[in-house]
């Protein structure tokens, strides 16, 4: 779908979509387009429950005599309580509507809103920002899909008051954007397609935004002494990879220290030796979904230039059960010397993150790190699919996420943290060990990440319930959510970089 900006006038074909606020007050081009229609505007309203509430939806066609299609009526709700995410809702609104009503071109008519906090042009940026955001699709495999399922709309057109700088201010959303749909993509490919070099190759394509890019393999883990990591894959007859990727747009200097992000990045888990059952096992595919996140950030952040020196590091592995696979009380020894009992191969992710976690702090002394991962079944437990689970050393690094989170409505909750729970991974043979039992699984599991942060601001976001959606919601059509792109974005824009 393309999307372009020009200045409002009367749409002549296609489908016209105008606003009106509760109370059923039409917007200027609303009226206008009821005048044109002959009134027609005006009596549906008046024969149906429409009262312009938002995210209300009332749809007519077009009076004879007029070359548009359709008239689409959307409510604004109250003047006063327009915001960007609310404006956000209704382009995806707007998207998906006409995307399934066999129409493929709109015209959405944005005017000024009196006693609205929100301007004009920022109004139509975020309108067009979520119908960028819906209309994601992943449907590179299907051949054989009747044309009429297929989403109808190919140009959207926002017409409001000065539209050149309402292009300007979508331009790095539409950035963002493209960092959100390509980690949908990775997450949404099948294992046989995303495995660790693939993966990694597609971390790789970042370089043509500046993006610099190392792939470690094996050997060179082996010699940095990576054992949680490499043992994770070692059943596996595809290589383990460590990808690390840096955006130096924050210059040189005083505080020019980066910000980090490492995402687990198991593009399949079968749970290993202590194999998951095979029901939902398929869904397996969106493990690395924490990688997917940094990666598709990296993408966000250098493709709109942001003023910041980013470090996005990820580790990925594949879980899998053959006869060199690791076992159940098997110890490794971690990069940063500690030694794991191996209690549980499905609890598995945590011992990617040690290695990778230990190399970010030690290699480039971050500022802070936020690592992302699909990591426990029991955080869906505790949280649904609602808010992330947040856990953190930092009461600034996590106020800041929390508020990121509200902004851009991926929200995450925090829990606590604490020498009690610590505990819990004790053991008697060696450091520590990879589970802590059934009680408190989300937090044992921090806990065991916290282990190899050292002093550094750390915080661990347990995304495993919110990465993947079996429902379409107005930004994020079902699949891979993606979740975390813009949180994270969100994050660095507001207090990581230069001004």
Not at 103 to 112: G, H, R
Not at 223 to 248: C, D, F, I, P, T
Request: some cysteine; charged content about 25%; proline content about 3%.
């Amino acid at each position: 779908m393309k999307i372009a900006f020009a200045n409002l006038a009367q749409p002549a074909t296609g489908v016209a979509v105008a606003f009106a606020t509760t109370g059923r007050q039409l917007t200027t081009s609303a009226q206008a387009l009821d005048k044109q229609a002959g009134g027609a505007l005006t009596r549906a309203v008046k024969g149906s429950k429409f009262k312009g509430n938002k995210g209300q939806t009332l749809t007519l066609m077009a009076p004879a005599g007029s070359k548009l299609n359709r008239i689409i009526l959307v409510g604004l709700g109250k003047a006063k309580d327009i915001n960007d995410l609310g404006m956000q809702g209704l382009g995806g609104k707007v998207q998906a509507n006409v995307a399934a009503s066999g129409q493929t071109a709109a015209s959405v008519l944005v005017d000024e809103i009196a006693d609205s906090s929100l301007s004009v042009t920022d109004m139509a940026a975020n309108l067009a920002y979520g119908a960028r955001l819906r209309a994601y699709r992943f449907d590179k495999y299907r051949t054989k899909e009747e044309a009429d399922k297929k989403p109808s709309l190919k140009n959207l057109r926002v017409l409001c008051p000065r539209s050149a700088r309402a292009k300007a201010t979508f331009a790095p959303m539409d950035k963002v954007a493209d960092g959100v749909c390509l980690t949908r993509d990775l997450v949404s490919e099948p294992p046989n397609v995303i495995y660790p070099a693939s993966l990694a190759k597609q971390a790789r394509e970042l370089s043509k935004l500046g993006v610099k890019v190392e792939v470690l393999g094996e050997a060179q883990m082996k010699k940095l002494g990576m054992g949680a990591l490499l043992g994770v894959g070692q059943g596996s007859v595809r290589e383990s990879q460590m990808v690390v990727m840096r955006w130096n747009g924050g210059g040189r200097g005083k505080g020019s220290d980066p910000v980090a992000f490492v995402g687990k990045g198991v593009t399949f888990d079968t749970g290993g030796i202590s194999i998951k059952p095979a029901g939902g096992m398929e869904d397996m595919k969106w493990d690395m979904g924490g990688s997917g996140v940094v990666i598709g950030l990296m993408k966000a952040l250098a493709g709109r230039k942001a003023k910041a020196n980013v470090v996005g590091v990820v580790g990925l592995v594949e879980n899998m059960p053959d006869g060199n696979a690791q076992r159940p009380g098997d110890i490794v020894t971690s990069m940063s010397g500690q030694t794991i009992e191996i209690i549980n191969t499905d609890a598995e992710g945590r011992l990617v993150l040690a290695d990778a976690l230990h190399y970010t702090v030690e290699k480039f002394k971050p500022k802070f790190v936020v690592d992302l991962a699909t990591l426990t079944g029991a955080i869906i437990i505790s949280l649904g699919d609602q808010h992330a689970g947040l856990f953190s050393n930092n009461d600034t690094l996590s106020e800041r996420l929390s508020k990121a989170g509200e902004a851009v409505n991926e929200k995450v909750w925090r829990l606590p943290v604490g020498d009690a729970y610590d505990k819990q991974i004790d053991s008697s043979v060696a450091d520590m060990k990879n589970t802590g039992g059934r009680g408190a699984g989300s937090i044992t599991a921090a806990q065991f990440l916290q282990r190899f942060t050292g002093k550094t601001p750390w915080a661990h976001l347990d995304i495993a319930g919110v990465t993947w959606s079996s429902k379409d919601t107005d930004t994020v059509p079902k699949g891979g959510t993606a979740f975390g792109v813009r949180l994270l974005d969100r994050l660095v824009a507001d207090h990581y970089e230069r001004k």
